[in-house]
């Protein structure tokens, strides 16, 4: 480690499974610092706050609200402040975030517990981060918003269309799946004019009994509509993206292989995203029977899906999606 000594060091992840890089992190300070308070913060010790008491950091951080951060830390925040993307040597591509939190309570989902309920923030402060990056050279920017297309009015298309009036060039992609049920044509012809390359959509299954059990987000015509309106308005097939949750608890109900068909048939690629079991969520504290929920590492998404469908099923459905995707028409993908 260069530098210090320091008087704090903050640590956090994202993942709950990941603690264990975090227990090394906590010991190396230690070890080279051992004045440095060490401060514990992310998903993991919101979502497994007993858990990460063990880990033997000075102060943990729960959620977003940090006012007890800054007491401990004896200061006032400047919450207009862009992140220190300069910090970077050299940035190809950044991270936006236009609000926080989620309005919905999708079943397997902790982005209402994490985050809290949707709250945009300011536009200035979007706006001041936008020409960091662009100052930066950085021609890819991911929105890593939970909820971009909620409450459009308010948040992305006052952005947008900033954006397109100061003529600023950058490639947008929204890897953290759009919800569908809020995609409008004006709203797709709006994205596509400022520069939007990739478009996710969280979709997770075309089966009615499951949507309605899982919360309800998205059926299967709005995601019909939404690439309509996307294709129509520029958008290249081949960009578009639904991703289908696999090794879900209620897979009995879910269908998933004819829900990756009716994605193909849309003329779309279709992505299956693991299902990690997250303590708390109702779909989580079901999957109890299958795994020790009280120990993170049992939350991976790469090995639960394994654990519920077995090892030969995973693999027969991971194949079929990288078929149904072959056999798309090629285009260019930005």
């Known amino acids: 480690m260069r530098g210090g000594p320091f008087d704090f060091v903050f640590v956090q992840t994202t993942m709950t499974y990941w603690y264990k890089g975090l227990e090394e992190v906590i010991e190396d300070v230690r070890k080279v610092w051992p004045q440095t308070k060490i401060i514990l913060g992310g998903n993991y010790v919101t979502l497994c706050g007993d858990h990460a008491q063990r880990l033997g950091a000075d102060f943990l951080v729960q959620g977003t609200n940090l006012e007890s951060l800054w007491e401990y830390l004896g200061m006032s925040p400047d919450l207009e402040q862009p992140a220190l993307w300069q910090a970077y040597k050299k940035l190809n591509v950044g991270v936006l975030r236009l609000s926080d939190g989620c309005p919905f309570s999708c079943t397997y989902c902790s982005v209402p517990e994490v985050y809290g309920k949707f709250k945009p923030r300011s536009l200035g402060r979007s706006l001041a981060e936008l020409e960091l990056l662009c100052q930066l050279c950085v021609k890819n920017i991911a929105f890593y918003d ?189």
């Open 146 to 334: 939970d909820a971009l297309l909620f409450k459009p009015e308010e948040v992305l298309v006052p952005f947008l269309n900033e954006v397109v009036k100061r003529s600023i060039e950058v490639n947008f992609h929204s890897p953290n799946a759009l919800n569908a049920r809020f995609m409008t044509r004006d709203l797709a012809e709006l994205m596509v004019r400022a520069g939007f390359k990739t478009f996710y959509l969280g979709f997770e299954s075309a089966s009615s009994p499951w949507q309605k059990r899982t919360g309800s987000k998205v059926s299967s015509d709005e995601l019909a509509q939404a690439v309509e309106h996307l294709i129509s308005a520029g958008a290249v097939p081949a960009s578009i993206t639904a991703y289908q949750i696999l090794g879900h608890p209620y897979s009995d109900i879910q269908e998933l292989e004819a829900s990756m068909r009716f994605v193909n048939s849309l003329g779309i690629r279709g992505m299956l995203a693991d299902f990690s079991p997250i303590p708390g969520t109702p779909d989580g504290e079901y999957c109890r029977r299958w795994v020790d929920m009280d120990e993170p590492l049992m939350h991976n998404k790469t090995a639960f899906p394994i654990f519920l469908l077995g090892f030969d099923e995973t693999n027969q459905l991971k194949d079929l999606q990288r078929k149904l995707n072959r056999l798309l028409p090629k285009g260019n993908v930005h």
